[in-house]
T-cell receptor, first 116, second 110 residues
Framework: GAVVSQHPSWVICKSGTSVKIECRSLDFQATTMFWYRQFPKQSLMLMATSNEGSKATYEQGVEKDKFLINHASLTLSTLTVTSAHPEDSSFYIC????????????FGEGSRLTVL | GQSLEQPSEVTAVEGAIVQINCTYQTSGFYGLSWYQQHDGGAPTFLSYNALDGLEETGRFSSFLSRSDSYGYLLLQELQMKDSASYFCALHSGGYQKVTFGTGTKLQVIP
């Protein structure tokens, strides 16, 4: 199956700094990628839909100025958590569809962010 | 908005069959999919229903009834490795965004 690579897997940063997480589709082109956030023992919460060459579509309640998403190419989307605070600590995971209208999303390995 | 509800926990015996239900509320959608997630890992795709009825993939089957706003995942011949969280997910909107349900933690016991 298709492969999505996400890094870093783990990141620890100080409060007030910004962190960038990359999501790459390795063997297919992804016009659309999705960013999720997951708290321990909870479901995946969709944050935004990342569209190549256009602005991301954010879900209600997600601050677009805090969670900057850029989808500059068909194989790369980035999520930047700006001015991170301890409450931003979470598991962030991206996914992509390979362009076919199937139900399958391919997920990255996830990035665990800890803000001190 | 949308909502997808699942039982929070299910326990079943190794070798048995278990059904995980998903009820949803939405104004329109393309299909319902199911994902498995082991602790600390990424979700992996199991099944997708675009139409009503049963889809079978090996030990896993998924069912959708649009008229009842209901779906389920059926796992047969349970194995210990099936212990994981299972999520239903709705595909909707212009970009077919995927919204996940509350999740069900399945524990398989000997």
């Amino acid at each position: 199956g298709a492969v999505v690579s996400q890094h870093p897997s783990w990141v620890i940063c100080k409060s007030g700094t910004s962190v960038k997480i990359e999501c790459r589709s390795l063997d297919f082109q992804a016009t659309t990628m999705f960013w999720y956030r997951q708290f321990p023992k909870q479901s995946l919460m969709l944050m935004a839909t990342s569209n190549e060459g256009s602005k991301a579509t954010y879900e209600q309640g997600v601050e677009k100025d805090k969670f900057l998403i850029n989808h500059a190419s068909l194989t790369l989307s980035t999520l930047t958590v700006t001015s991170a605070h301890p409450e931003d600590s979470s598991f962030y995971i991206c996914s992509a569809r390979d362009g076919l209208l199937t139900g399958e999303l391919f997920f990255g390995e996830g990035s665990r962010l800890t803000v001190l | 908005g949308q909502s997808l509800e699942q039982p929070s926990e299910v326990t079943a015996v190794e070798g048995a069959i278990v059904q995980i239900n998903c009820t949803y509320q939405t104004s329109g959608f393309y299909g319902l999919s199911w994902y498995q997630q082991h602790d600390g890992g990424a979700p992996t795709f199991l099944s997708y229903n675009a139409l009503d009825g049963l889809e079978e993939t090996g030990r896993f089957s998924s069912f959708l009834s649009r008229s009842d706003s209901y779906g389920y995942l059926l796992l047969q011949e349970l194995q210990m490795k099936d212990s994981a969280s299972y999520f239903c997910a709705l595909h909707s909107g212009g970009y077919q965004k995927v919204t996940f349900g509350t999740g069900t933690k399945l524990q398989v016991i000997p």
